[in-house]
């Protein structure tokens, strides 16, 4: 069964962090492109951050960068979204995804889908 599964949510103040997992089965993580991705209600799906899977280059939007880090181990097949300095507007469901992207930011262009885990940003 070839799955992806988010870990890692919850609620937090503004100003705190939490670290998002993404671990894989069925497949190898290492082979593949990493995308996080965010929906908050009534909102697109956004692409958020992104991890080549060979050069291991990155990508932020510009709304997390400077606050967010991806990194990969490959040797756990998991991926992981380091968030500090969290806002009330990085509430969302939190998605990862896998797959070999042409162009990253498309979320149709991903092959494998996790099933989302809430994150609650709230004083």
């Not at 991705?37 to 009534?42: E, H, I, L, Y």
């Not at 932020?60 to 400077?66: E, H, L, N, Q, R």
């Not at 979320?107 to 885990?117: A, C, I, L, M, V």
Request: glycine letters at 12%; a neutral charge; charged letters at 15%.
């Amino acid at each position: 069964q070839v799955q992806l599964v988010e870990s890692g949510g919850g609620l937090v103040q503004p100003g705190g962090s939490l670290r998002l997992s993404c671990a894989a089965s069925g497949f190898t993580l290492a082979y593949y492109a990493i995308g996080w991705f965010r929906q908050a209600p009534g909102k697109e799906r956004e692409g958020v951050s992104y991890i080549h899977s060979s050069d291991g280059s990155t990508y932020y939007a510009d709304s997390v960068k400077g606050r967010f880090t991806i990194s990969r181990d490959n040797a756990k097949n998991t991926a992981y979204l380091q968030m500090n300095s969290l806002k009330p507007e990085d509430t969302a469901v939190y998605y990862c995804a896998a797959g070999w992207p042409t162009i990253v930011t498309l979320k149709d262009e991903y092959d494998y889908w996790g099933q989302g885990t809430q994150v609650t940003v709230s004083s």
